[in-house]
């Protein structure tokens, strides 16, 4: 008999600022992956939203929320997130965005993807049959050129680098050294997938179609792609000392 949809998952959702968008949120991954745990983590939201995190754990005992003291970005909140879940024993780690961008619909297929050996697995707007809807042109162009930045700096094979939406097999996050990675936002989930794909490890992209936020605003800001510029660009001419361990295999879905 297959395991319930999540099993052994924990569902990372960063929140700064997503009354709106929060429960219903929740609501769907829990449809969507109903054996898993949800852990909601507020940057202490003026708007409310931890509050709300903390009644919607009351009421639903696969929800629990972690609150940190200020706005401290979005890596940050991830590492604690992974801590969370290593110390937990869970054997998958997803994250994904509280506005409502990433549809947990997706979640059953990325999971199974885990389940049968991939160490990380891409919700990818990048690859045959995924897309992006409602963007501005500008935040497109962004995106894109930020992405070809990166996977051609890095000599990467993955390719949605940037993505956000992603499951991890615990044991493959174990393997990194979580303590020295600083980045945050695009830069932060460009530096994890090139850290596992250089270090052997197996990463899939899987398909979707991400859809802008309805309500709220958008984290995104300038500092955030300068910072991704810089780092990568260093990571690019300056790989560390100890060379480049051999490439891990990315695999894209058939067209």
């Not at 429960?23 to 992956?33: D, I, N, S």
């Not at 997130?81 to 961008?101: H, M």
């Not at 949605?160 to 303590?179: E, M, N, Q």
Request: aromatic share 8%; net charge neutral; charged share 20%.
């Amino acid at each position: 008999m297959a395991e319930p949809v999540g099993a052994g998952a924990l569902v990372i959702v960063p929140t700064y600022n997503e009354i709106e968008n929060l429960a219903p949120m929740l609501e769907r991954v829990l449809r969507f992956a109903p054996a898993a745990t949800v852990l909601v983590i507020d940057d202490s939201s003026p708007d409310g939203t931890g509050e709300l995190a903390d009644r919607l754990a009351l009421a639903e005992l696969r929800v629990t929320a972690l609150h940190r003291p200020g706005k401290d970005g979005l890596g940050r909140a991830y590492l604690a997130g992974f801590a969370v879940a290593l110390a937990g024993g869970y054997d998958y780690v997803v994250e994904i965005d509280a506005d409502g961008s990433h549809d947990p619909k997706e979640l059953p297929a990325m999971l199974a993807l885990a389940g049968t050996g991939a160490d990380l697995v891409i919700g990818s707007r990048r690859v045959a049959g995924g897309a992006v809807r409602n963007w501005p042109w500008m935040r497109q162009a962004i995106s894109r050129v930020g992405n070809w930045y990166a996977r051609t700096m890095l000599r990467s094979r993955i390719g949605d680098i940037t993505a956000g939406y992603r499951v991890f097999r615990a044991a493959a996050l174990a393997d990194l050294d979580l303590a020295n990675i600083s980045s945050q936002g695009y830069c932060f989930q460009v530096e994890l997938a090139w850290r596992l794909e250089r270090s052997g490890h197996r990463v899939v992209e899987h398909p979707i179609t991400f859809v802008e936020r309805a309500t709220g605003r958008s984290k995104m800001h300038m500092g955030i792609v300068v910072e991704a510029l810089f780092r990568v660009t260093v990571w690019g001419l300056f790989p560390d000392r100890k060379g480049r361990a051999k490439a891990g295999t990315v695999q894209t879905p058939a067209a």
